[in-house]
């Protein structure tokens, strides 16, 4: 074990990199997890990932494999890396992994379209209920937020190790789930709108998701193979990226 006291040590100054800048990430290839809670995840689904934990004294800490570098610092030193404004106590630095778009024809059943959302708490709360509700998948186009952004990780819970990420063009995701025979249904209003209480859930389909402010692009909707409504209350204008998700996600699970 290695112990840091300066807020100066290069180490420091990586995870600062880290939680600050996409770039940086991609460069390194590395990403920053800010709590015990997904370091555990990370070491029960991917533990070869996981390259440096960082603790503060009386932090819990998992078993962790020879491989793992491990430092302890002051809770000021954490206080000064840490992303999050109540650190709790350990911060992992993780490998990141390629996402681009499979070659061969998907085999699973449901997927999720994520079409412009960035809201990094959005995308990950999405993930983690994709993650929770048997999704096989999760596509990002069109200028989503970064996968590995500490926000966007933080509300995953842990289902960035877990589920399946892809980053890719909207044409081009299009064209896999047509090769694939996977209906495209977007999350938009047209003459082709079905109630989402309506569908057919019981073949593979793809659901696309638009942004907070904008909904779909008008590139993602002219892919679309026919769109779904969500029914609510009138004095409800409109659901989040997150909330619609969930609502899709939750009818496909329950009618397959």
């Not at 290839?29 to 009386?58: I, M, N, Q």
């Not at 302890?72 to 350990?90: E, F, K, L, W």
């Not at 966007?152 to 995701?173: I, K, L, N, P």
Request: charged share 20%.
């Amino acid at each position: 074990m290695e112990t840091i006291s300066s807020r100066q040590n290069p180490l420091c100054t990586h995870i600062r990199k880290l939680a600050a800048s996409g770039s940086y990430r991609r460069d390194q290839r590395e990403f920053l997890c800010d709590s015990p809670k997904l370091l555990e995840e990370a070491l029960a689904w991917a533990p070869e990932r996981v390259h440096t934990v960082v603790y503060t004294a009386g932090a819990p800490l998992p078993p962790l494999g020879a491989q793992v570098r491990l430092v302890q610092v002051s809770g000021d030193v954490m206080r000064s890396i840490a992303p999050s404004q109540t650190p709790q106590g350990v911060l992992s630095i993780c490998a990141m992994t390629p996402h681009p778009l499979p070659e061969a024809p998907l085999s699973g059943k449901r997927y999720v379209v994520l079409d412009g959302v960035q809201d990094p708490g959005n995308v990950g709360t999405i993930l983690r209920t994709a993650d929770a509700l048997w999704c096989d998948g999760l596509f990002l186009v069109n200028g989503c937020a970064d996968l590995y952004n500490p926000k966007t990780v933080r509300s995953t819970m842990g289902a960035v190790f877990r589920c399946s990420v892809w980053r890719g063009g909207a044409e081009a995701a299009a064209a896999l789930f047509r090769r694939s025979n996977i209906r495209l249904y977007g999350a938009a209003l047209r003459s082709d709108t079905l109630d989402v209480r309506e569908m057919d859930w019981g073949r593979p389909l793809a659901l696309a998701v638009g942004s907070e402010g904008k909904g779909l692009s008008e590139e993602l909707l002219r892919l679309c193979d026919a769109t779904v409504r969500i029914p609510m209350s009138e004095h409800c204008e409109s659901l989040n990226a997150a909330a619609a998700a969930a609502v899709l996600l939750w009818e496909c699970t329950r009618n397959c």
